[in-house]
């Protein structure tokens, strides 16, 4: 236990002779911060948010927000993941499941599993 003496300067703490380390990289971070408060701000004042959280048929429409798809708001894949999409998202590759999105349809209410009645869905081109 004698090699763990400290000297007696901190015997109540670093207390003295403290300074700030990483002033370039506290700077760098407030203006990074300014700059994506400013992009954001940006981002919300002229473009529109509610985009980024509607889906998107394979045409390209807002499932109800395009005029087209007004009635359909709701995005339904009709294309189960087979196993070998599984099997490549488990291995880290994501290009079949990302196909995948090329196949969804905008539709009226979302199909269930005991449901029989074919699906009211906005036809798509692909």
């Not at 203006?31 to 045409?59: H, Q, R």
């Not at 196993?83 to 349809?105: E, F, H, N, P, R």
Request: hydrophobic share 35%; aromatic share 16%.
């Amino acid at each position: 236990m004698d090699d763990l003496k400290f000297p007696e300067e901190l015997g109540n703490g670093p207390i003295k002779r403290r300074w700030i380390t990483d002033v370039f990289f506290g700077i760098f971070f407030f203006i990074f911060m300014l700059g994506m408060l400013a992009v954001s701000g940006y981002g919300f004042y002229l473009g529109n948010p509610k985009m980024l959280l509607i889906g998107w048929d394979s045409d390209q429409n807002g499932c109800g927000f395009s005029p087209e798809t007004k009635d359909y708001p709701m995005l339904y894949w009709p294309q189960s993941p087979s196993t070998q999409v599984v099997a490549d998202l488990q291995k880290g590759d994501y290009s079949t499941a990302l196909q995948m999105l090329s196949y969804g349809v905008c539709v009226k209410t979302c199909p269930t599993a005991t449901s029989t009645d074919p699906v009211d869905c906005k036809v798509t081109t692909y």
